[in-house]
């Protein structure tokens, strides 16, 4: 017999899928103990497990993969043949369309592009910022940052220079950091220029000392002057996202937390591994966290419909980037952004994308 751990690291289906297919009658466990309810699973039901792992990978509807493995374990071999061939040739439709869909929308955004978008940056900008503020910003947002080749405009750090304010955004999609710093000395425009990662990183390790550091924006070329020493080099050629349509702090529930001791619970609590973000991305561990009426979070093995799970990596990146012993964290719908952010002040924080749980 085993547990449903051991089923669950052998078969590729988390401990919270192998509870869903129980509920659902998919696929019962041999034998639950009456009194503590642990799942026991006999040495036959591996097999079932694995290939219902890859049912499910592939995007079988449940019920199509209860009467597969009805007919896979007997000699039902044509309905199961069958099935298979149905559900591929959704899949083949369904890409089909979708290619349909994508070529209207790039000719779309042919259509939209003029030479704006196109030619050199002209944008000229010279401010002065605390260099103990910007490094503060940087260190919130930088983790941040994506590093999937296939998105290089979001592989950096965005600077948003508008008046006396600057903006710096990191995303990599799953999560958004935002921090916002005074600046002086400029009058212009709004400017914004994408500073990569390795250059992000260089004027950070300039921003050792007290006095104001420059920020000069000169076309498609950025650089910090720290004294006599400068960091500068190419801002990223393609444009960084609209990331003000993508800010809404979430409205509902809010919780003060102690950082250490929260950061503890969600090291040593319950956490679901194997989960997948989306379609296609590698699997991660998830913590699946409940706020009661008094405002008080907990980390939690099951959820249920008020319960938010997120990347617990992510979670965790975003309470140390934050630099704090005391966070708010801010809920709203189960399927809205979950935000982090440091206490009294709302300009810089962390917008994390729940991770949906469909098993």
Do not use: K
């Amino acid at each position: 017999m085993r547990s449903i751990g051991e089923m669950a690291r052998d078969s590729g289906l988390g401990v919270s899928a192998l509870r869903f297919y129980d509920r659902a009658g998919v696929l019962v466990p041999a034998w639950v103990d009456p009194v503590s309810g642990y799942r026991w699973y006999a040495p036959g039901q591996l097999d079932e497990a694995r290939l219902l792992a890859r049912l499910r990978r592939a995007g079988m509807p449940l019920a199509d993969i209860r009467l597969v493995l009805a007919g896979w374990s007997g000699a039902d071999t044509d309905l199961v043949r069958g099935l298979l061939q149905a559900h591929l040739g959704r899949l083949e439709g369904g890409l089909a369309a979708a290619r349909t869909e994508f070529s209207a929308l790039r000719t779309l955004l042919d259509q939209r592009e003029n030479p704006m978008t196109t030619a050199p940056r002209t944008t000229t900008a010279r401010l002065s910022v605390s260099a103990p503020e910007l490094a503060a910003a940087l260190d919130a947002v930088r983790y941040a940052a994506s590093s999937d080749p296939g998105l290089p405009m979001l592989g950096g750090v965005l600077l948003d220079v508008e008046g006396d304010t600057v903006h710096l955004v990191a995303t990599d999609r799953y999560r958004m950091a935002v921090a916002r710093i005074g600046a002086t000395g400029h009058a212009g425009p709004r400017v914004q220029v994408t500073v990569p990662v390795p250059l992000a990183d260089a004027m950070r390790a300039l921003l050792g000392g007290e006095e104001p550091v420059g920020l000069i924006v000169d076309g498609d070329r950025v650089a910090l002057e720290a004294g006599d020493r400068q960091a500068a080099g190419q801002c990223l050629a393609q444009d960084f996202p609209d990331y003000r349509r993508l800010v809404h702090l979430p409205s509902g529930r809010r919780a003060l937390v102690e950082t250490a001791a929260f950061r503890e619970e969600l090291e040593t609590g319950p956490v679901r591994s194997g989960v997948t973000r989306e379609q296609g991305d590698a699997s991660g561990d998830v913590s699946v966290l409940g706020i009661a009426d008094d405002g008080t979070v907990t980390v939690r093995e099951d959820g249920d419909g008020s319960c938010v799970a997120v990347d617990r990596g992510f979670l965790l990146d975003a309470i140390a980037a934050a630099g704090r012993d005391r966070l708010v964290l801010e809920f709203g719908a189960p399927t809205a952004p979950v935000a982090i952010r440091r206490v009294a002040d709302e300009t810089t924080f962390t917008l994390l994308m729940p991770v949906r749980l469909d098993d």
